[in-house]
């Protein structure tokens, strides 16, 4: 059997769930989740997604890390020096997960889950190619060492193909702001089967509200007025009305 990070989630009923992650030789992760019990009988093998960065999605969605455990093929659950993960054997999670969650930020942690159609796939992969053409002919002062960010590649070629694809990584401060933007303009397009998450190591799900991450911006070292252009041409902002260019136009109509 090979060691497992395990996770347990509080639900508002007052019950559990766990869920357990690897990584393998061939670099895929394997996930295994379920109720907190002695097995948990769910299983998913994934490429293409780093273990660091879904095990930053699920703190970030309220998992607490329980400990190192073992696993075997049927899904039993092993803690070192046990013989069996019996519920009421399992160590307790911080009662706080604020004393768990509450590190500094230093990345934004995002998944993609690309399960749709092949039509939807399709329109995936040219909303793609449109948002980067877009962010590539910015001509804002922070437009150039964001496209170092490998993200960009990553889903290029993910939909190239226009297969179904699940997809991780992370946004630092060095990156900048437009690869988070990006996401977030991606987001909103609300394609059906396509699930975007972004989330900080602070246990929160990003919106894609700008008005209400003005932490997030301080993370990139900008505010809402510094990139409020680039925001409204990727459709994340109404474009704000010019006075002066609106009375300017009516002045021909005075008489």
């Not at 998913?44 to 093929?73: C, F, H, P, T, W």
């Not at 590190?103 to 942690?109: F, G, R, T």
């Not at 590539?136 to 170092?148: C, K, M």
């Amino acid at each position: 059997m090979a060691a497992w990070n395990l996770y347990r989630h509080r639900n508002s009923d007052g019950s559990f769930k766990d869920w357990a992650v690897r990584t393998n030789a061939d670099g895929s992760i394997t996930t295994r989740w379920g109720k907190t019990a002695d097995s948990l009988p769910g299983i998913s093998n994934r490429y293409g997604v780093k273990q660091l960065d879904i095990e930053r999605q699920k703190q970030a969605k309220g998992y607490v890390l329980v400990g190192a455990v073992d696993i075997d093929v049927n899904g039993k659950v092993v803690f070192p020096g046990k013989t069996s993960a019996m519920s009421s054997q399992l160590p307790e999670p911080d009662a706080n997960p604020e004393s768990v969650l509450g590190l500094p930020v230093e990345a934004l942690y995002w998944t993609i889950d690309c399960h749709a159609k092949r039509a939807v796939r399709v329109d995936l992969g040219i909303e793609v190619r449109r948002l980067i053409g877009v962010i590539q002919n910015l001509s804002d002062s922070h437009a150039t060492h964001e496209l170092e960010w490998n993200g960009w590649q990553q889903l290029i070629d993910a939909t190239l193909d226009t297969e179904v694809f699940e997809m991780s990584g992370q946004i630092k401060s060095a990156h900048g702001v437009l690869p988070w933007l990006f996401l977030l303009a991606l987001k909103t397009k609300g394609l059906k089967g396509v699930d975007i998450d972004i989330a900080t190591e602070t246990a929160r799900d990003l919106t894609v509200d700008l008005k209400s991450e003005q932490e997030v911006l301080a993370f990139f070292g900008t505010d809402l007025d510094s990139i409020r252009d680039t925001a409204e041409v990727l459709g994340l902002l109404k474009p704000r009305l010019n006075l002066a260019a609106a009375m300017s136009d009516t002045d021909d109509c005075w008489f």
